[in-house]
């Protein structure tokens, strides 16, 4: 369950410090990637370097070494998940206060992925009532917490406030991981990227869609557990091993690839930027230029969301995407309605950043059932995380 994960390590300043060497150790046997970031004060209980050999990446300590700068925002959104472990008292409180002296609180600050923690601290500081009000105030933000276990304590002590075993840590995670797998056992296909119409064998007419957002939104529905076909037009983004892909180039090779593959899958998101319009004729020579004007017929294309739309069953579930310049509600709840689908989600040209192209997106969702959710500007990757959480809230939660 851990193999290909990005685990992103948080170690603070406690005794419990040196329990995650062993902690990195067992993270990267099962499979994960670890990329460790620690605070100055764990330095006093492990070393960077036996913390960098055993995760098998350069260890993070500062904001700026020399002349670089350490890239907070992009740690936070590589990883699966932030596992702070252990978690001393000071940056509890720092986590509950928002105050970022260094890099691993900027990384806290800025993460978009899940936060974990495993606290460590003596059994007094574990009950005094700014500790449970801390947790307490992170757990709001979203953040989940490892129990600590009962024994002794480095204060030669017994009683609560000893970090979970890395063992423990590790099946926590590994139970974190099979709980995000709600998608598990569903068959998914997802159109996304431009399509191409060709004109004569040297031209086309196509448009501006980079494919990002589908190849997220498949990428982020394999991760949940589902089997993805993705159907791609034409596009030169990279595309997770891992994921069925079948590629084609015109809205007829699109559509043949949809029809075919829709009866046996349980959810279809249709994220492609399908062209409406082909040429009537595809010349067989490349065209010459002349000296008069050149007219083409296009002719209407097969709108491959309506088409499932008309063949989808009561257990099957249709997401469309909208992309609109004006009228923008109005036109997308008319997709909604007219092609069928159980959910649309709007993206504006609007939204400066918004739409083909860029790494952000901002997008409202519909269902046809009246309800809207609006989420802000984000990265690719996290729209796609909102989507297909919308998604699985609205289809497949678990109760
Ligand atoms: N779509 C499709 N097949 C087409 C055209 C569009 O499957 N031939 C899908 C898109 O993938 C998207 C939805 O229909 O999920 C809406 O696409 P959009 O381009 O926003 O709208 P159109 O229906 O093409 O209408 P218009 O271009 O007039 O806005």
Known sequence: MLQNKKILLGITGSIAAYKAAVLTRLLVKA???????????????????????????????????????????????????????????????????????????????????????????????????????????????????IPVEHGELASGLVGEGRMAEPEAIVNWLHVFFLNEQELSGKKILITAGPTYEPIDPVRFIGNHSSGKMGVAIAEEIKKRGGEVTLVLGPSDIQVNGGIKTIHVTSAAEMFTA???????????????????????????????????????????TKDILKTLGSLKTPNQVLVGFALETNNEKEFALQKLHSKNADMIVLNSLQDAGAGFGYDTNKITIFDKTGNTYPFDMKSKKEVARDIVNTIIQQFYAKN
């Not at 993070?60 to 670089?68: A, C, G, I, K, M």
């Not at 495993?118 to 709001?140: F, R, S, V, Y």
Request: aromatic share 6%; net charge negative; hydrophobic share 45%.
């Open 31 to 145: 499979g994960a990637e670890v990329k460790v970031v620690m605070t100055s004060s764990a330095k006093d209980f492990v070393t960077p370097l036996s913390l960098s050999t055993l995760s098998k990446n350069p260890v993070l300590t500062d904001l700026t070494t020399n002349d670089s700068w350490a890239n907070h925002v992009m740690l936070g959104r590589w990883a699966d998940v932030m596992l702070i472990a252990p978690l001393s008292c000071n940056t509890l409180a720092k986590m509950a206060t928002g105050l970022c002296d260094n890099l691993l609180m900027a990384v806290y600050l800025s993460a978009t992925c899940p936060v974990v923690v495993a606290p460590a601290m003596d059994e007094d500081m574990w009950h005094h009532q700014t500790t449970k009000n801390n947790l307490q105030k992170i757990t709001t933000f979203g953040n989940q917490i």
């Open 258 to 300: 949809c029809e075919k593959t829709f009866p046996s899958v349980d959810l279809a998101i249709m994220s492609a930027a399908v062209a409406d319009y082909t040429p009537v004729d595809v010349a067989k020579e490349k065209i010459k230029k002349a000296d008069h004007d050149l007219a083409l017929t296009l002719t209407k």
